[in-house]
């Protein structure tokens, strides 16, 4: 795993945009479909079962895609993807959170989310 600069953690935010976009529709899907599996004779307009196990391929598809690229996918619901880092000798997580534009964020890798401060 590397280790990303702010620089770098921004640009590969924006590169996986597209991704995360994608996970955030396929999550509301698979929401959807479990429901309508879980009550007998329900039905959703997205499909049944072999629609719902075609979901679940493509997220884990996109969630390795983000792990090979270095960051950690820490959350699904909502999206939570830290990038490692370094800031002036300390290790910490570059975080980015559902919603936010960008990278503004990050937490020692030791405490993790509850000690979110903002970048500088």
Not at 45 to 61: I, S
Request: proline content about 6%; aromatic content about 4%; some cysteine.
């Amino acid at each position: 795993m590397g280790i990303f600069t702010v620089a770098e953690a921004r640009s590969e935010l924006a590169r996986l945009r597209p991704v995360l976009d994608e996970i955030v529709t396929l999550r509301a899907d698979m929401v959807e479909l479990s429901a309508a599996l879980a009550v007998p004779g329900e039905r959703s307009p997205l499909g049944g079962l072999p629609e719902r196990k075609a979901v679940e391929a493509r997220l884990n598809e996109l969630m390795t895609e983000i792990q090979e690229t270095g960051a950690e996918l820490k959350s699904v619901a909502p999206l939570l993807v830290d990038f490692p880092a370094d800031l002036d000798g300390v290790p910490v997580h570059l975080c980015w959170l559902e919603n936010e534009d960008d990278i503004t964020w990050y937490h020692r890798q030791d405490l993790g989310f509850a000690a979110r401060r903002r970048l500088s």
